[in-house]
C-alpha cells in the first residue's frame, strides 16, 4: 500500500471547518483514500472513502486533488466531539491476498477549541 | 453504517493466564476479520487477518501461538492471549468486513491489563 503523509497536530475552531491535509503521492490506479478516525479510548470510526471523485456524506468531505497525490477531509462545522486522530489511508479496492487491508501511520490529532 | 462489538470492553488477569476477547460483526456477514493492536500513544498495528474458516495470517513478528484466532462463524471472531505477561498489556481492537470490496468497520476495543 502507498504510504500516507499527515500533519502530526492541527487545531480548529468550534464551528469552524476543520481542513486534514494527507499526501499520497505514490499512490496506484487502483487504490482508494480513506479516512477514519481514532477517539480517545475507542475504536475507530469509518468517515470516508473515495477513489477519484470528490465525495459527502453526512459527516464530512473529501476533495481529491485531479493527479490523486492528496486529498483533504473537510468537517464543516466542527464540534468539540469531533476531537479525535483522524488517520488517512490508502487500499486498493479488492484483493484475496490482504493486500488491500488497512495499515494505521500516526496520523493527525485534532484538537477543536471552544 | 456496520457495527462490531468486543466483549469483553476491558480484562485485568495474572500473569500466565489465557485471555479470550470476542468480537461479532452484529448487522452484518464478516467474511474476514482483523485483529489489530494499540499501545499507549501509539497507532494501531495489524496483528492477523482471518477469514471465516480459514487459518488466520499473521503479521510478521506476531506469534501465532500466543495469539490464538478463531473465525468459525462469518459473525465471531475469536482471539485468545495465551500464557499472558505484562508485556501483552494493551488495546485490542477488532475489525470485520463483508467483502474484498467492503468497507472495514471497528469494534470498540478491549483493553487487556496483565498483572
Known amino acids: 500500500d502507498a504510504k500516507t503523509t499527515q500533519p502530526p497536530s492541527m487545531d480548529c475552531a468550534e464551528g469552524r471547518a476543520a481542513n486534514l491535509p494527507c499526501n499520497h503521492s505514490?499512490?496506484?490506479?487502483?487504490?482508494?483514500v480513506y479516512w477514519y478516525r481514532q477517539i480517545h479510548s475507542q475504536g475507530p470510526q469509518y468517515i470516508i472513502h473515495g477513489l477519484k471523485n470528490n465525495e459527502t456524506n453526512e459527516m464530512a468531505s473529501l476533495i481529491i486533488t485531479e493527479d490523486r497525490k492528496s486529498s483533504t477531509l473537510i468537517l464543516p462545522h466542527a464540534t468539540l466531539r469531533d476531537t479525535a486522530v483522524y488517520y488517512c489511508?490508502?487500499?486498493?479496492?479488492?484483493?484475496?491476498?490482504?493486500?488491500?487491508?488497512?495499515?494505521f501511520g500516526t496520523g493527525t490529532r485534532l484538537t477543536v477549541i471552544p | 453504517g456496520a457495527v462490531v462489538s468486543q466483549h469483553p470492553s476491558w480484562v485485568i488477569c495474572k500473569s500466565g493466564t489465557s485471555v479470550k476477547i470476542e468480537c461479532r460483526s452484529l448487522d452484518f456477514q464478516a467474511t474476514t476479520m482483523f485483529w489489530y493492536r494499540q499501545f499507549p500513544k501509539q497507532s494501531l498495528m495489524l496483528m492477523a487477518t482471518?477469514?471465516?474458516?480459514?487459518?488466520?495470517?499473521?503479521e510478521q513478528g506476531v506469534e501465532k501461538d500466543k495469539f490464538l484466532i478463531n473465525h468459525a462463524s462469518l459473525t465471531l471472531s475469536t482471539l485468545t492471549v495465551t500464557s499472558a505477561h505484562p508485556e501483552d498489556s494493551s488495546f485490542y481492537i477488532c475489525?470485520?468486513?463483508?467483502?474484498?470490496?467492503?468497507?472495514?468497520?471497528f469494534g470498540p476495543g478491549t483493553r487487556l491489563l496483565v498483572l
Open positions: 475489525s470485520a468486513r463483508q467483502g474484498a470490496w467492503e468497507t472495514q468497520y
Open positions: 505514490t499512490i496506484s490506479g487502483n487504490e482508494y
Open positions: 482471518s477469514n471465516e474458516g480459514s487459518k488466520a495470517t499473521y
Open positions: 489511508i490508502v487500499r486498493v479496492g479488492a484483493d484475496q491476498t490482504g493486500a488491500n487491508n488497512l495499515f
